[in-house]
């Protein structure tokens, strides 16, 4: 099982709590990887990066960034994984080289550190019960998959709802 996810963030300088971004994920079945959209969709997950810690499904995220929506999307992906997924082998992956080393432990964060330790503990409890690994892929390069986790994730960040999948063109927000 392969697991796509993105970040979107509508201005991504001078971020506060109150930036919009947004996260998506697409769970994939019989990828291989390659970029041309292999495989089935099984699930696709998405929404807001929540910065307020009275809010329902806050991860720890300070601010709206691309940042804390590719973290969240990591987040939101291995709970996924935790309650759906059974016992297949997961590959995670993103276009942001930053979330996926912070999410397995090899970078520090510098900011939004709760959110990053509450990655980590979620990527260690995933990969103590199955095996777990990330890959970068390169952003906005026509990989049907990473440009749909990109969709979804550009789409909750406007508050709108993904086009459905059969609607839906790569590289289209």
Request: charged letters at 20%; one cysteine or more; glycine letters at 10%.
């Amino acid at each position: 099982m392969t697991i796509y996810v993105d970040g979107s963030c509508q201005d991504n300088q001078n971020v506060t709590s109150k930036t919009p971004a947004g996260w998506g994920a697409v769970i994939v079945t019989g990828d291989n990887q390659r970029g041309n959209g292999t495989g089935a969709v099984e699930t696709e997950i998405s929404g807001l990066v929540i910065t307020d810690p009275e809010t329902n499904g806050f991860l720890g995220a300070e601010v709206g960034s691309n940042n804390t929506a590719e973290l969240s999307a990591i987040a939101h992906a291995l709970r996924w994984v935790l309650v759906e997924a059974g016992q297949s082998k997961i590959i995670i992956r993103g276009d942001s080289q930053y979330a996926l080393e912070i999410a397995q432990n090899n970078w520090r964060a510098k900011a939004n550190k709760q959110l990053a330790q509450r990655v980590q503990s979620l990527w260690d409890e995933v990969s103590s019960l199955r095996q777990l690994s990330g890959e970068w892929v390169r952003a906005h390069r026509g990989h049907r998959w990473n440009e749909r986790a990109d969709h979804l994730a550009f789409r909750a960040m406007q508050g709108e709802q993904p086009l459905p999948l059969e609607f839906w063109k790569p590289g289209k927000r």
